[in-house]
């Protein structure tokens, strides 16, 4: 059993010729409208993935985009029993899409500030063998989730979008799930509070020793990572993923080769796979594998949840 406890918003996507600056109007391409949300958008890549009994606890607007997002949760097989309405309206991101793929999103989070771990949420929760959150609704709730979970559960956090953690959050998780971006950041915060002083980051440019290639600097960051969270797992887009854990060596994984229509989606198909692989007993590498397989199939389609493949698809695609 998996529980997804985040956000769910509604994407209103339009393509432009650039950017708008301020002041400025500019007419852009047709609206398209899609679900999206990252805790959403997990929710459903772990019920699509097969196997695990997948609940979303988050909270929607009294409005339409409350019923699109439903809607999608619904139709991916997710349960959503346990989503809160509110008088605060659906989370609403609005993005638009340069020419060359460049997104510049603004984010009303509405419904999402309004997140509630009530008793029917903290027991679901309680029978739960992975729990995932991010970072996208306040962080007392994703405490108030972690400590809901029983004893020998996973408690993963995938930290987007980057923010500082206190130093009291780490303690709580089993698993880190982070972009390179998110896992600099955080390294960053982990040698400062380990008192390494400047610099902060530990593959900066300005330092001579930090590695130039992009899993090498996740290998160096994950080993930062690992003094706070007994795993991390670090996405590095088409360059696949690292696996690090305390006490093994680190392993790395190839995503497999794909045409990139539209990378939305992919880190977090990525995590909710891995949950629902880990809750059917898979290990940790073997779940990223099979992860990183759907999140390669992910960015050959267009939208958020609207590009979740089916478990068999994965299959199909992992083993042709
Ligand atoms: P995020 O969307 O959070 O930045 P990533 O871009 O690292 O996350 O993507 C997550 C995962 O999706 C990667 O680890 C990889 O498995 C897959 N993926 C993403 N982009 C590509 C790509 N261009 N080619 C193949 N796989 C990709």
């Known amino acids: 059993r998996v529980v997804v406890v985040g956000s769910a918003n509604v994407d209103l996507v339009v393509d432009v010729p650039r950017h708008p600056g301020g002041g400025e109007t500019i007419l852009g391409g047709d609206l398209r409208r899609s679900p999206g949300g990252k805790g959403a958008n997990q929710a459903v890549a772990a019920a699509r993935a097969g196997g695990a009994d997948t609940t979303f606890v988050g ?9 699109l997002l439903l809607a999608s949760l619904d139709g991916a097989g997710v349960r959503t029993d346990l989503v809160g309405r509110t008088a605060a309206p659906t989370g609403t991101a609005l993005i638009t899409v340069s020419p060359d793929g460049e997104n510049a999103i603004v984010v ?3 419904a999402n500030a309004h997140v509630r771990i009530g008793p029917e949420q903290a027991e679901r929760i309680g029978a739960a063998d992975v729990v995932l959150t991010q970072l996208e609704i306040p962080l007392d709730v994703v405490l108030a989730a972690g400590a809901a979970r029983r004893p020998g559960a996973v408690l993963a956090l995938n930290a987007a979008p980057s923010r500082d953690l206190p130093d009291a959050m780490w303690a709580a998780f089993d698993l880190l799930i982070v972009n390179e971006h998110e896992a600099r950041d955080l390294a960053g915060e982990a040698a400062d509070a ?5 610099p902060v980051d530990p593959t900066s440019p300005a330092d001579p020793a930090a590695p130039t290639d992009p899993v090498d600097a996740a290998e160096h960051l994950a080993a930062t990572l690992l003094a706070r969270v007994p795993a991390v797992v670090v996405t590095l887009g088409g360059a696949g993923c690292l696996v690090a854990q305390r006490g093994s060596a680190p392993v790395r ?3 497999p080769r794909v045409d990139a229509v539209d990378t939305t989606g992919a880190g977090d198909t990525f995590c909710g796979v891995l ?5 059917g007993g898979s290990t940790l590498v073997d779940a990223a594998r099979t992860a990183s397989f759907a999140g390669a199939l992910a960015v ?3 939208g958020a949840q609207d590009a979740v493949p089916t478990a068999d698809e994965v299959a199909t695609f992992a083993h042709p």
């Open 59 to 67: 909270a929607l607007g009294r409005d339409e985009s409350g019923e």
């Open 108 to 110: 009303a989070p509405g």
């Open 194 to 198: 380990a008192g390494a002083g400047a």
């Open 253 to 255: 994984l190839a995503a």
């Open 275 to 279: 949950a629902a692989a880990l809750a």
């Open 300 to 302: 050959t389609r267009p």
